[in-house]
């Protein structure tokens, strides 16, 4: 069984840094797409980042420039590096994996991780 956990996750002042890690744990070979999605308060699940087992990633504009998102294969681990934060970055942040990148990017598909809580003060 394949299990996503995430960490990292807290309190910090506008304009400051968090770095979110998610390790995946099990049968992690097909996981070919990790990444992290974000849900605030009264709002759909949105992408963020993902990234493939070969380095391509995709970011959502609203935090380009801002967000990075690493992937160590060797440990089965995907992080998001967040800088320059900003009170609407607050939400609970996903991670998710998939074999097929449409399937990251389908809500119905893919493993999700259960979440880690990001509030950005102003």
């Known amino acids: 069984q394949v299990q996503l956990v995430e960490s990292g996750g807290g309190l910090v002042q506008a304009g400051g840094s968090l770095r979110l890690s998610c390790a995946a744990s099990?049968?992690?070979?097909?996981?070919?797409?990790m990444g992290w999605y974000r849900q605030a308060p009264g709002q759909l699940r949105q992408m963020v980042a993902v990234i493939s087992t070969g380095g391509g990633t995709n970011y959502a504009d609203s935090v380009k420039g801002r967000f990075t998102i690493i992937r160590d294969n060797a440990k089965n681990t995907v992080y998001l590096q967040m800088d320059s934060l900003k009170p609407e970055d607050t939400a609970v942040y996903f991670c998710?994996?998939?074999?097929?990148?449409?399937?990251?990017?389908?809500?119905?598909?893919?493993?999700w991780g259960q979440g880690t809580q990001v509030m950005v003060s102003s």
């Open positions: 998710k994996a998939a074999m097929y990148l449409t399937n990251w990017y389908s809500p119905a598909a893919g493993v």
């Open positions: 099990g049968s992690t070979s097909r996981f070919n797409h």
